[in-house]
């Protein structure tokens, strides 16, 4: 079977289709033939050396395909299931044995590609916006990125929640999709000062919750569009690792909270990962959340995935095709 390989980190150009050896699955474990491959961010981060790897490295952690063979004491799967997974390392292969316990049951109705493309981002919004905050009716969120493959889903899952949603993006095209998608208030964060903007649909109040997955370029409108005792949800860096946090200036902004979380602490048990990945499976299936698969790559055009979603030319989730 073929799969990227990394022997350096650096930019798309270190990732190598290369020929490896089909994995057999150990115990506890299954082999996922893939037919979809979740292109994340933090591939990026990976690949750049931000989230340090073990080197040489396979790199990926979601995809979705069908059980090939099942390894000792799996009962959680049989040959022949549809199976998604995210959060385990390997996906930007043929195949991968992935711990059946780390893996969820693709529901009928939903297709690989369609979980490929969801299961890791939305499951992120689910806990970000169901357990980490609940998002209530009325109440107005910040959601930056909103056009990418977490922030549609987050757009959409809020609105369904009854949220009042002010989207930021990176283009005209992007505004013009989140808007179809439900945003209330759209912002272009590269020409608009974002803490102004939110001011001024707020009335001068700001936001409950912020969800903040830019970083480094968003922190300060983020910080500043935060109403009193505010929550800046801090879970990504795509445009750089935001600056320490001052204690201060948590106090300076009114009493504000702020969590910098990740999925894998929120999906520690396989019933957090089973609940988590069904409510997600649920909202899709009743069509309040639709799933955009904006670009597929072949797999071994991996590294022009990457120089497309860096350069921010991307729009919902991308995919690679095996
Ligand atoms: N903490 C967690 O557990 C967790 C889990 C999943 C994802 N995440 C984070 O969520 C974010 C979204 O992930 P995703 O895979 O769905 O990616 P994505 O949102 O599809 O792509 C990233 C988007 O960020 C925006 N961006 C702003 N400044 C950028 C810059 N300097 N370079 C590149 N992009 C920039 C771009 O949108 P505009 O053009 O509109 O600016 C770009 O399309 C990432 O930061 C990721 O790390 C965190």
Request: proline share 5%; net charge neutral; hydrophobic share 45%.
């Amino acid at each position: 079977m073929h799969a990227i390989r990394f022997e350096t980190t650096g930019g798309p150009e270190v990732l190598k289709y290369v020929e490896v050896d089909t994995p057999t699955p150990g115990p506890g474990r299954i082999l996922v033939r893939h037919q979809a491959i979740g292109i994340n961010f933090i591939d990026t981060y990976q690949r750049s050396g931000l989230y340090p790897m073990k080197l040489p490295s396979g790199l990926g952690s979601e995809a979705a395909g069908v059980v090939e063979a099942v390894g000792e004491g799996v009962t959680r799967f049989k040959t022949g299931d549809l199976a998604a997974y995210a959060g385990t390392p390997g996906a930007y292969a043929d195949a991968n044995a992935v711990i059946a316990d780390r893996a969820v049951k693709v529901p009928a109705g939903i297709d690989a590609r369609t979980a490929a493309a969801a299961l890791l981002k939305g499951m992120t919004v689910e806990f970000l916006i169901r357990r980490l905050h609940r998002v209530e009716a009325g109440e107005t969120i910040l959601v930056h990125a909103a056009a990418g493959g977490v922030g549609q889903i987050m757009t959409q899952w809020a609105k369904a929640l009854g949220a009042v949603v002010i989207a930021t993006v990176g283009s005209e095209e992007k505004a013009m999709r989140v808007r179809e998608l439900g945003a209330d208030h759209v912002i272009l964060y590269r020409d608009q000062d974002v803490a102004a903007e939110v001011r001024r649909i707020t009335g001068g109040k700001g936001v409950p919750v912020a969800y903040d997955s830019v970083g480094k370029d968003t922190f300060d409108g983020t910080l500043k569009s935060l109403a009193r005792r505010g929550l800046f949800v801090s879970f990504g860096n795509a445009s750089g690792p935001p600056p320490p946090v001052e204690a201060r200036q948590l106090m300076l902004g009114g009493s504000l909270f702020f969590t910098r979380p990740t999925m894998g602490d929120y999906q520690a048990t396989t019933a957090e990962l089973d609940a988590s990945a069904a409510a997600l499976f649920d909202i899709i299936g009743s069509g309040k959340v639709k799933v955009e698969i904006g670009q597929t790559f072949a797999l071994a055009d991996a590294r022009k995935a990457h120089e497309a979603l860096e350069s921010r030319t991307t729009i919902g989730a991308s995919l690679l095709i095996p």
